[in-house]
């Protein structure tokens, strides 16, 4: 069993930053992709960004190319999404996502993951 933990989430002006976390309660971090979704309100969940296994390879959606960062640490069992530039378009319920089956970063939906954290609120005002 994998527990997931995201923090990091609050209320930022359009422009601003925020570093999401991702903490995993696991033994062999190193062997699962992550994944972090959002879900906005009236919307389904859609794909933010994906990190390979060793964290070199990356993906992520059209929306947030170029503005979000995906990365991780497997010896403390993090995984981390920086974003930068935020719009209030990016506000949503952010989740972390793992799965253990392949290490592809270009996991796109979110029944490709088994485990999921249970979310950390980002609201950017305008």
């Known amino acids: 069993q994998v527990q997931l933990v995201e923090s990091g989430g609050g209320l930022v002006q359009s422009g601003d930053s925020l570093r999401l976390s991702c903490g995993a309660y696991t033994l062999n971090f190193g062997d699962f992709v992550v994944g972090w979704f959002r879900q906005a309100p009236g919307k389904e969940r859609e794909f933010v960004a994906g990190i390979s296994w060793s964290g070199v390879s990356t993906y992520y959606a059209d929306s947030v190319k170029g503005r979000f960062i995906i990365s991780r640490r497997n010896k403390l069992n993090e995984a981390y999404l920086q974003m930068n530039s935020l719009e209030p378009e990016d506000t949503a319920v952010y989740y972390c996502?793992?799965?253990?089956?392949?290490?592809?970063?270009?996991?796109?939906?979110?029944?490709?993951?088994?485990?999921w954290g249970r979310g950390t609120q980002v609201t950017v005002s305008s």
């Open positions: 996502a793992a799965d253990s089956k392949t290490d592809r970063s270009q996991l796109t939906r979110a029944d490709d993951y088994q485990y």
